[in-house]
């Protein structure tokens, strides 16, 4: 059987042979036209910037152009890591992204557990449709929202501490208080959207089991604890390794949107460091030298993640 | 059947009531951020209250007399309609080529697009060439760098994978090609994904304010959340309009800051309940297959 099975593939991979490349082109003609638009966009915007990397081993001047301009090989990185102010934004980088994740990481999967207790169809769609909002609403917009919602003269959370008879805090302008912010506002914005893949795989259980659970006599919390969440577990461990994949991406809109000069000691993360060293300081060596060492430490998370999702169920994302 | 029919014990009247109540507190502190900046925007200040005290309009009508509140809206409404509307057609097609397993080098296309999605130049690069192309202070700046986004490509072509094959046969003995097949059968099937793929986008064009701020420096062609962004953040007095004098009383900047950011946030508010649905759809078939 195997054998002849293997003939008929060498036959058919032979005939498949005889039809030339450019011939096979022609043949799908109509779907090559269809996918060549995005082959361009793709091949200009997506790998055009990727040869200006070389910058980063250059120092570049405006005069001389990427080209030009002279190669100083790892005097860029040198420098860099020879900066305090690096070291420091790579440490904020990581600390936030941590907290980030031990506080939003666990809140959709509870919200999700809790949301599918409710029996009244109504008002569950009634709480997902209002928690799924401010995943809609703008870091802008947001960052005016709670620059006044956490101001220490008007803003209500200071206008009842003040009522306590306690000081007002700044919280945008604290050093203290900035990292607590911007988990919570995160936590704010993302738990209601970040609950749809686990209600997703809620909705997937199979009824048999929780049948099977009634009979045993078992509780609201009991069916909770040993069904769903066990049952879920496959689903949490992808987004997990995919969050910890991810964790040099800043979310670049909401730091730059609340942050000010007074929290950059404890705020200022690898995007927004880019962004003022890059096109306010001018430093386009430099800046692009963090854009590489970032991307390069966040490629090198995606690929590792990836390995591992495959390897603990099979399911990675390619 | 044996659980339709389980009468509520004591312990889950208990449960449901908390968790109720829960659920209630959540999204109480989800609404009342936006709530609080109403009542800014009417006068009301340095208060907790459910209520207003006062309701004066005057902010909002120093908006509305801000020309740059305007051209921004015009703005952010082109970019969104032009944005949306190319992304989806060019998102849609590579995505349908790509579904089809006779394509050739299908592998090596697909990974030149997915590879996109965890490697980019970077700022700096990305912003030398966009000057190059001379789309610096142009509106292309804003709608052909994320004209497609691998993501929702990939996303697009699980759901056209998932299409029986049978459905196509039929205009394929009729001799119809590849393209005419796509627009007649695929497209009718495919609305609830095209949708979804089309509201984030728009979503994603409405919200968005960073490449308008490196590429765009002509006040008047800048988009709606970058004219915001001045306003309500740098708190750029250049860009704000006030009728009547801010020291009489009469409304302050915070009142004007918070109307600015209602009048740009209305929209999203207002069409979000009816197509919410459809923003849930494509994380179901994203999560489903990865």
Request: proline share 4%; with cysteine; charged share 15%.
């Amino acid at each position: 059987m195997n054998k002849i099975n293997s003939a008929e593939k060498t036959r058919i991979k032979a005939q498949k042979k005889k039809v030339g490349f450019f011939q096979n082109y022609w043949r799908n003609r109509y779907l090559v036209l269809l996918l060549l638009p995005a082959v361009v966009y793709f091949l200009i915007f997506c790998y055009g910037p990727m040869p200006g990397i070389i910058m980063a081993f250059k120092n570049y001047s405006f005069r001389l152009g990427i080209l030009k301009s002279p190669w100083i090989g790892f005097a860029n990185f040198k420098l860099l890591f020879s900066m305090k102010s690096f070291g420091e934004v790579f440490g904020n980088t990581l600390i936030i992204s941590l907290y980030k994740i031990l506080a939003g990481f666990p809140a959709p999967i509870i919200f999700a557990l809790l949301l599918n207790e409710v029996r009244q169809e109504r008002f569950k769609k009634t709480i997902q449709t209002i928690s799924y909002l401010p995943h809609f609403v703008s870091w802008v917009v947001l960052g005016g929202l709670f620059m006044q919602f956490l101001s220490p003269s008007t803003g209500p959370i200071n206008v009842v501490l003040k009522s306590l008879g306690l000081d007002p805090v700044f919280f945008l302008g604290d050093v203290n208080w900035f990292r607590s912010v911007l988990v919570s506002t995160a936590v704010w914005k993302g738990f209601g959207w970040g609950s749809i893949v686990y209600l997703a795989s809620i909705s997937s259980i199979s009824p048999t089991l929780y049948e099977a659970a009634d009979m045993d006599g078992a509780g609201r919390f009991s069916k909770m604890w040993n069904i769903t969440l066990p049952e879920m577990i496959p689903v949490i461990t992808i987004m997990l390794i995919f969050s910890v994949g991810g964790i040099v991406g800043d979310d670049f809109d909401q730091i730059f949107n609340l942050y000010n000069e007074a929290v950059y000691s404890v705020g200022d993360v690898l995007g927004t460091y880019i962004y003022r060293m890059g096109l306010i300081d001018m430093k386009y060596s430099l800046s692009t030298a963090v854009g590489l060492f970032r991307n390069v430490i966040s490629f090198a998370l995606v690929i590792f993640a990836n390995m591992v999702a495959k390897r603990i169920n099979e399911y990675g994302i390619w | 059947m044996a659980s339709l029919l389980k009468r509520r014990t004591k312990g889950d009247v208990i449960f449901d009531t908390i968790n109720g109540i829960f659920m209630i507190l959540l999204c109480f502190s989800t609404l009342y951020p936006f709530l609080f900046l109403l009542f800014q925007s009417f006068g009301n200040s340095a208060t907790i209250s459910l209520l207003p005290t006062t309701f004066k309009i005057t902010a909002y009508i120093s908006v509305i007399k801000n020309s740059y509140v305007w051209s921004g809206f015009v703005n952010t409404i082109m970019r969104t309609v032009v944005g949306t509307v190319l992304s989806v057609i060019v998102t849609m097609c590579a995505a349908y080529a790509l579904s089809k397993r006779t394509f050739p080098n299908r592998g090596f296309w697909t990974g030149l697009i997915v590879f996109t999605m965890f490697f980019s130049g970077g700022l700096i690069p990305s912003y030398l060439l966009m000057r190059s192309l001379g789309l610096y202070n142009s509106f292309w700046s804003m709608i052909l760098p994320s004209l497609c986004s691998a993501y929702n490509l990939t996303i697009m072509r699980n759901f056209f994978m998932g299409i029986p094959g049978e459905l196509e046969e039929s205009a394929k003995i009729d001799g119809a090609n590849d393209i005419k097949i796509m627009f007649q059968i695929i497209v009718p099937v495919s609305l609830p994904i095209i949708a979804t793929i089309g509201l984030w986008n728009a979503v994603g064009h409405w919200n968005a304010w960073f490449d308008c701020m490196i590429y765009i420096t002509e006040a008047r062609k800048q988009v709606l959340q970058l004219i915001l962004r001045r306003i309500v953040i740098e708190g750029t007095s250049q860009y704000m309009s006030f009728t009547g004098n801010l020291d009489d009383g009469t409304y302050t900047t915070e009142a004007v800051k918070a109307a600015t950011t209602m009048v740009a946030t209305l929209p999203i508010l207002a069409v979000y309940p009816f197509v919410q649905k459809y923003f849930v759809k494509g994380v179901m078939i994203g999560s489903l297959k990865g």
